[in-house]
């Protein structure tokens, strides 16, 4: 779906009044570079939800920005290579992918907004109903060959399909038994990256009973709406709780040309955030653009997290702190990516 934000739908969602506070709260900028801007957002992506908010309720417009949204995207990879093709200015992207797709040099990427953190509850590891306690499952899992589905980045490369959810599990694991180690040398005879979306249907039509599925928001809800699948583990809790998921990622050579742009891009954007972080929006946005996934019952469950209106260095780092703990990212700088007005203190 491409959605495109109107004048004439922002003169119907805005008032004058409206208009005069969202001013009052923007950061000063000059003239923007350009008045376009092209957004790509993998399919059912709830990180990416006050992008849809600021179109709807003409936030993006009152500043002089036509927002385009491309969210037809399968994969975190698919938008990333979007961005690479000139099909989109801005992508939504996994933190654990970016840095990868960073860190290879297959991209020069400049973090613009940081974008979601994971409520508690939100991610969680899932099976099916076997009677077994829950550790004894998770045993089987382990001990069997790709017994843990996780959501995969796209790449179709085992060296960096990862995730920030399947390094929630990998880090969580040995808070449960402290034998239990997956790391970046044995981690493909543990792991299967499925893409998101077929996740629990690949759990519950298997006959295998030794599977699991990490499962995020908003897949999750729609998953213990739907399937008949009990709760593992909470991947939320421990050195995983409030866990930075992604943010919104554009070429750094445009990030430098577009300084404008993007300070009336931000501002706009923390606008939003702040409404999606009323509930009752939430809902409201889930239900108009995500489909059938996101139906009044799940919309209803679903355990939302929060929307950083600050880039902070200290909390996107806490990513790179756990991939470099699984021998994912060694060596890694990630003030390569941050903006110039990036925190870093320990203010949020």
Do not use: W
């Not at 200015?89 to 996994?94: R, S």
């Not at 790709?146 to 920030?164: I, M, S, W």
């Not at 702190?321 to 990212?329: H, N, S, V």
């Amino acid at each position: 779906m491409v959605l495109t934000a109107s004048a004439g739908a922002a003169a119907a969602c805005s008032s004058s009044t409206s208009s005069a506070t969202v001013s009052a709260a923007m950061p000063a900028h000059g003239a923007l570079e350009q008045h376009q801007l092209r957004i790509g957002i993998p399919k059912g992506e709830i990180g990416a939800l006050p992008i849809y908010t600021g179109v709807d309720k003409g936030y993006f417009k009152d500043q002089g920005i036509d927002v385009t949204i491309d969210d037809s995207y399968k994969t975190y990879q698919d938008a990333l290579q979007g961005l690479n093709d000139g099909k989109v200015d801005l992508v939504y992207d996994d933190y654990v992918h970016a840095i990868l797709a960073q860190s290879t040099g297959a991209y020069r990427l400049q973090l613009v907004a940081e974008g979601y953190t994971a409520g508690d509850g939100s991610v969680q590891l899932l099976s099916k109903v076997t009677g077994l306690k829950n550790a004894q499952e998770i045993k089987n899992v382990f001990d069997a060959a790709g017994g843990f589905l996780v959501p995969t980045a796209g790449t179709n490369d085992a060296n960096d399909a990862y995730t920030v959810p399947t390094i929630m599990l990998m880090t969580s694991l040995p808070d449960l038994a402290n034998s239990f180690r997956i790391k970046l040398a044995n981690s493909t005879a543990h792991l299967k990256s499925i893409a998101p979306g077929d996740l629990a249907v690949k759990v519950t039509g298997s006959a295998d009973a030794n599977l699991a599925a990490v499962i995020p928001e908003p897949y999750y809800s729609y998953a213990t709406n739907n399937n008949k699948l009990v709760e593992l583990m909470d991947l939320t809790r421990g050195s995983t709780q409030a866990m930075p998921m992604g943010g919104y990622f554009t070429k750094q050579d445009f990030a430098v040309e577009k300084t404008n742009l993007f300070k009336a891009f931000t501002g706009a954007l923390n606008q939003a955030k702040n409404s999606t972080s009323q509930r009752a929006t939430a809902m409201t946005e889930m239900q108009a653009h995500y489909g059938t996934m996101a139906n009044s019952t799940v919309a209803a469950s679903i355990s939302f997290g929060t929307f950083p209106t600050t880039v902070n260095v200290a909390r996107v780092d806490r990513v790179l702190t756990l991939m470099q703990g699984l021998d994912l990212a060694p060596y890694y700088n990630i003030d390569t990516m941050m903006p110039p007005d990036a925190l870093r203190g320990s203010g949020s």
